[in-house]
């Protein structure tokens, strides 16, 4: 049973950066991915990036500002934010899942607690 905790989070304003972390503990998938998920109330949760087999891949509303990445143990990763604007605000979800490339969130398993990113002048 995989264990997810996050760290990171907060209130920053428009063009500021931000970094999560996501620590697991026990089993990992070494074939699927792990990563980040990001919800609004009244919305569905929407993928924003993730890591499957060492390689990231992002949601397209992302790629050029955010970067995800693992230790070598595979069991960390981290959501570095830059650029951030309004549309960033959302709860963060780092979660984990045995498919690869995985993009919706139906297909994973383990999800954190969540992490409030407020982006606000």
């Known amino acids: 049973q995989v264990q997810l905790v996050e760290s990171g989070g907060g209130l920053v304003q428009p063009g500021d950066s931000m970094t999560l972390s996501c620590a697991a503990s026990?089993?990992?998938?070494?074939?699927?991915?792990m990563g980040w998920f990001r919800q609004v109330p009244g919305k569905d949760r929407e993928f924003v990036a993730a890591?499957?087999?060492?390689?990231?891949f992002y949601a397209d509303s992302v790629k050029g500002r955010f970067t995800i990445s693992s230790d070598d143990a595979k069991n960390t990763v981290h959501l570095q934010m830059n650029s951030l604007n309004t549309e960033d605000t959302a709860v963060y979800y780092c979660?984990?899942?045995?498919?690869?490339?995985?993009?919706?969130?139906?297909?994973?398993?383990?999800w954190g607690q969540g992490t409030q990113v407020t982006v606000s002048s």
């Open positions: 890591v499957s087999w060492r390689n990231p």
């Open positions: 979660a984990a899942g045995s498919r690869s490339y995985s993009i919706v969130a139906f297909e994973y398993d383990t």
């Open positions: 026990g089993r990992t998938f070494t074939r699927g991915s």
